[in-house]
């Protein structure tokens, strides 16, 4: 038996060791995808892959899906794993989202005895498929999407397996960034592996093992604990996609969640079937988003693994838009992941008010913008999540400019990194105040608006947007916010909104310009405080004239207020 406090220096121990492996990352990677985006994520598992025992700030979507990543690989590769091997794994619906995020995993063995699983998912900016990027809008099966890897060993004992390599490189578009990303997700992963190896020596591997057990039967005591706070009953929530990427056609989806002292039960039954497009969500991302909100609103600090999701139950029927069966297309798949967290989200919200906002611009607004440098005649690559308006809370207005729910950790990339290495110019980023927010007696927070003009002969664009015909909802009484959508300013035509785009040809001096929503307002918007309007107007977030309509305020009354309160500047 080891001593609390040892167990808790192994703990420590092994949380650092993920860190360090994900700073590494960071620090070595290819793509800005990676080293500016943050666009990964890493942990540590126990030998059986419950969960993860360690891991680091990162895309929660892909956190949540490390654990069924480990198991597909012991599914495959059980009593065939020696020190040394990293197993390359992508496919979405054992245990991943889409081709792109390629999730490297190296077994960590005391001796001969498997202690573990060290795991970083990162997303690869180029994997082939039938558009520059890989991932598109206009996708209906997953073989027009990108090269598959079904668990594959691309190291063997320590050796580059250079027939895998091979294929990897010659099904890429840009095979040096994508090389250097896959190196460098193996370099942190060395990284780590040194530091629990440290550990090992230091307290043997049976204390590590006590540790990773005791840590899984800590999270199942939190989180059944923290369950116990939470109202009781069935609540229910119901919404609509705004269209697969094929066709027009609005995809219901709906959830029932219900709560009791030992299980947190969501049901997504009764949702559309598997969409022809892309936007079709691997269970493992469905699970994963559940998993987020779960955390959300029990505890956000406490740490994901088998034990503390053990009170979890998820059920998303086979077939369906929230577990769908190949060869169905998943390379946008978080247009549908989102609204796995989003409904429950929006079931909850009112019950749990001290916990969860209104609702915020949710879709993620990925971006890739990719074609050759003039100067250099080399490819380039923006791939990118855009940031957005968060809903108000109970309380307080919501925040403007931060990622979508299912990014977490991801960053925004630097308009220096990507005018410096790239024909791009970053023509503007400004909160979006031109489409406002979801009024109330709280506001939403404000999207962004953010240009691009092109710098180079011949670029393609490829987006993917959602929460355009329904928008960003509110609570109590608040209005919903606005959409999100694209505008296209090409030589010679008329501007245009678009939501989807693959492969849009854009030639030097277009331009595109990227309008994400404001959040949804929570309360009656005429119980908001006078200071708060008079505020935004100063600031210059809301016109007087919104103030009025929205408000219900004398505009003369304002004006003279304004006046007295510019004097006093």
Same mark, same amino acid.
């Given at each position: 038996?080891?001593?609390?406090?040892?167990?808790?220096?192994?703990?420590?121990?092994?949380?650092?060791?993920?860190?360090?492996?994900?700073?590494?990352?960071?620090?070595?990677?290819?793509?800005?995808?990676?080293?500016?985006?943050?666009?990964?994520?890493?942990?540590?598992?126990? +030998?059986?892959?419950?969960?993860?025992?360690?891991?680091?700030?990162?895309?929660?979507?892909?956190?949540?899906?490390?654990?069924?990543?480990?198991?597909?690989?012991?599914?495959?590769?059980?009593?065939?794993?020696?020190?040394?091997?990293?197993?390359?794994?992508?496919?979405?619906?054992?245990?991943?989202?889409?081709?792109?995020?390629?999730?490297?995993?190296?077994?960590?063995?005391?001796?001969?005895?498997?202690?573990?699983?060290?795991?970083?998912?990162?997303?690869?900016? &180029?994997?082939?498929?039938?558009?520059?990027?890989?991932?598109?809008?206009?996708?209906?099966?997953?073989?027009?999407?990108?090269?598959?890897?079904?668990?594959?060993?691309?190291?063997?004992?320590?050796?580059?397996?250079?027939?895998?390599?091979?294929?990897?490189?010659?099904?890429?578009?840009?095979?040096? %960034?994508?090389?250097?990303?896959?190196?460098?997700?193996?370099?942190?992963?060395?990284?780590?592996?040194?530091?629990?190896?440290?550990?090992?020596?230091?307290?043997?591997?049976?204390?590590?093992?006590?540790?990773?057990?005791?840590?899984? &039967?800590?999270?199942?005591?939190?989180?059944?604990?923290?369950?116990?706070?939470?109202?009781?009953?069935?609540?229910?929530?119901?919404?609509?996609?705004?269209?697969?990427?094929?066709?027009?056609?609005?995809?219901?989806?709906?959830?029932?969640?219900?709560?009791?002292?030992?299980?947190?039960?969501?049901?997504?039954?009764?949702?559309?079937?598997?969409?022809?497009?892309?936007?079709?969500?691997?269970?493992?991302?469905?699970?994963?988003?559940?998993?987020?909100?779960?955390?959300?609103?029990?505890?956000?600090? #406490?740490?994901?693994?088998?034990?503390?999701?053990?009170?979890?139950?998820?059920?998303?029927?086979?077939?369906?838009?929230?577990?769908?069966?190949?060869?169905?297309?998943?390379?946008?798949?978080?247009?549908?992941?989102?609204?796995?967290?989003?409904?429950?989200?929006?079931?909850? %919200?009112?019950?749990?008010?001290?916990?969860?906002?209104?609702?915020?611009?949710?879709?993620?607004?990925?971006?890739?913008?990719?074609?050759?440098?003039?100067?250099?005649?080399?490819?380039?690559?923006?791939?990118?999540?855009?940031?957005?308006?968060?809903?108000?809370?109970?309380?307080?207005?919501?925040?403007?400019?931060?990622?979508?729910?299912?990014?977490?950790?991801?960053?925004?990339?630097?308009?220096?990194?990507?005018?410096?290495?790239?024909?791009?110019?970053?023509?503007?980023? #400004?909160?979006?105040?031109?489409?406002?927010?979801?009024?109330?007696?709280?506001?939403?927070?404000?999207?962004?608006?953010?240009?691009?003009?092109?710098?180079?002969?011949?670029?393609?664009?490829?987006?993917?947007?959602?929460?355009?015909?329904?928008?960003?909802?509110?609570?109590?009484?608040?209005?919903?916010?606005?959409?999100?959508?694209?505008?296209?300013?090409?030589?010679?035509?008329?501007?245009?909104?678009?939501?989807?785009?693959?492969?849009?040809?854009?030639?030097?001096?277009?331009?595109?310009?990227?309008?994400? #929503?404001?959040?949804?307002?929570?309360?009656?918007?005429?119980?908001?405080?006078?200071?708060?309007?008079?505020?935004?107007?100063?600031?210059?977030?809301?016109?007087?004239?919104?103030?009025?309509?929205? +408000?219900?305020?004398?505009?003369?009354?304002?004006?003279?207020?304004?006046?007295?309160?510019?004097?006093?500047?």
């Amino acid at each position: 038996m080891v001593d609390i406090f040892t167990l808790e220096i192994i703990k420590n121990g092994l949380i650092a060791a993920s860190e360090e492996m994900f700073y590494a990352f960071q620090r070595t990677a290819k793509s800005p995808v990676i080293y500016e985006v943050l666009d990964y994520a890493v942990g540590i598992t126990d +030998y059986e892959g419950r969960g993860l025992v360690a891991q680091s700030p990162g895309v929660p979507g892909f956190s949540g899906v490390l654990d069924f990543t480990i198991r597909e690989v012991l599914n495959k590769w059980k009593n065939e794993l020696n020190a040394g091997d990293i197993i390359a794994t992508n496919i979405p619906y054992s245990g991943g989202t889409h081709l792109n995020d390629v999730a490297l995993v190296m077994p960590v063995f005391y001796k001969d005895e498997l202690l573990g699983f060290i795991v970083n998912k990162g997303h690869w900016s &180029e994997i082939g498929g039938m558009h520059f990027g890989s991932w598109t809008s206009d996708a209906n099966e997953i073989f027009q999407e990108g090269l598959q890897l079904p668990s594959i060993k691309i190291y063997i004992e320590d050796r580059p397996n250079r027939d895998v390599i091979d294929i990897i490189k010659a099904n890429s578009r840009l095979p040096e %960034a994508t090389l250097g990303d896959m190196e460098a997700q193996i370099g942190s992963m060395k990284v780590a592996k040194k530091r629990i190896d440290e550990l090992v020596r230091k307290y043997g591997i049976e204390a590590i093992k006590e540790a990773m057990e005791k840590l899984i &039967e800590d999270g199942e005591k939190l989180s059944k604990l923290r369950l116990k706070e939470l109202p009781k009953g069935t609540f229910e929530a119901e919404d609509y996609i705004d269209d697969d990427g094929i066709n027009d056609n609005p995809i219901y989806v709906r959830v029932k969640v219900t709560i009791t002292d030992d299980e947190f039960i969501v049901d997504f039954t009764g949702s559309s079937n598997q969409v022809n497009g892309s936007i079709n969500s691997p269970l493992p991302a469905t699970v994963s988003a559940v998993r987020e909100i779960y955390m959300a609103v029990t505890d956000p600090h #406490a740490l994901p693994n088998a034990g503390y999701f053990k009170p979890l139950k998820i059920i998303a029927p086979e077939g369906s838009i929230f577990n769908p069966k190949k060869p169905a297309a998943t390379s946008t798949y978080w247009e549908s992941m989102s609204y796995a967290t989003d409904l429950v989200w929006k079931a909850l %919200a009112p019950h749990v008010p001290e916990k969860l906002s209104a609702g915020h611009f949710l879709s993620i607004l990925a971006t890739i913008i990719g074609g050759i440098d003039d100067r250099t005649g080399e490819p380039f690559a923006i791939v990118e999540p855009q940031p957005g308006g968060w809903g108000a809370s109970y309380n307080s207005d919501g925040e403007s400019a931060l990622v979508a729910s299912g990014d977490g950790e991801t960053y925004i990339a630097s308009a220096e990194v990507y005018e410096n290495r790239m024909p791009i110019l970053v023509d503007r980023i #400004a909160l979006n105040t031109e489409d406002g927010v979801g009024h109330g007696k709280y506001r939403g927070g404000f999207g962004i608006i953010k240009d691009y003009i092109i710098l180079c002969k011949e670029a393609y664009f490829t987006v993917s947007i959602g929460r355009y015909k329904y928008t960003p909802w509110g609570v109590n009484g608040g209005m919903n916010g606005p959409p999100n959508y694209c505008v296209v300013y090409k030589k010679g035509e008329k501007p245009r909104i678009i939501r989807k785009a693959a492969a849009l040809k854009l030639e030097y001096g277009d331009k595109i310009s990227l309008h994400s #929503a404001g959040g949804g307002g929570w309360g009656n918007p005429v119980e908001r405080d006078l200071n708060l309007i008079l505020n935004d107007i100063i600031n210059e977030y809301i016109s007087i004239d919104t103030a009025e309509k929205v +408000y219900k305020l004398d505009k003369n009354l304002l004006k003279n207020l304004l006046k007295d309160i510019y004097k006093k500047l």
